[in-house]
Structure formats: C-alpha cells, structure tokens
C-alpha cells in the first residue's frame, strides 16, 4: 500500500485520508463561493482523484451543491456537526480535499491560484504559484 496522509474535522467525526500530494497538488481559490464556503478569504485545497480519496465517518458528511459561475456543478461538503469544511467535488470525479483538515507541516506550497482579482489589497498571491482567472 502506498503512504497516505491522514486529516480528520474538527470534532474528530470524519477523517479523511489520501496519497501523499505530490508537489503540484496544492492551489488556492479566491472566488466568491469558496471565500463563503470556508468563511475566510481563500480556500487551500489539495486536488485527488475521487477513486484515491478515502473517507471514515459518512454519517458526519453533510453536502451544498452550487453552480460556479463557469457553469460547473460543485458539490461541498462539511462535517454536519462541527462545521469545518471538508472536501469539494466537482463533475469530473476530481476532489479537492480542504487543506486545513491536515497537520501542519504536511502541506506542498501551493502551484497554482485561481480568481486572484478578488485578492484582497493587502493579499498577496505565493511566489512561483500559476496565475488563472478562471477554473478549467
Ligand atoms: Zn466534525
Ligand atoms: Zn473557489
């Protein structure tokens, strides 16, 4: 078996756990949904296939579906007791697993950042990160 890296919420409900990212798993996203869904400015998510992505505690799982304004349908979803946010998902079997549900120190820096006109003037985008505007 390969090495996984291990996440849970915040009550400990759900855990989550996937193959260690590789180095350009990493992105941030800027967009108005995600800056709702987190309740923060940006949302750190680290991309897995669907088949990759493990999960424990189901019953915890509660889900948001929303319409992005590319038209994609995305389905969040969130610990139904504690509130932290836990993965997305999108049509194309692509999860995008919420980077803070894992220790600190764990994480790749981020490649790649989406919807940096919504950066907050102070914000600054990660050196070396990919710019896009717009998700693929
Ligand atoms: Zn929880
Ligand atoms: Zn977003």
Redesign the pocket.
Known sequence: MSETLSG???????SVSIPIPPDDSMGVCHCTDCRKSTGTVAGYFLRVSTESFHLDGKE?VKEFTVKADTGNIYRRFF??????RLWDRDSKETDYVCAGLFPPGTLPKPTYEQFVRHLEKWEKTHEGAKLVQVQS
């Open positions: 849970s919420c915040l009550c400990g409900g759900v915890h610990c139904r007791d504690c509130g932290s």
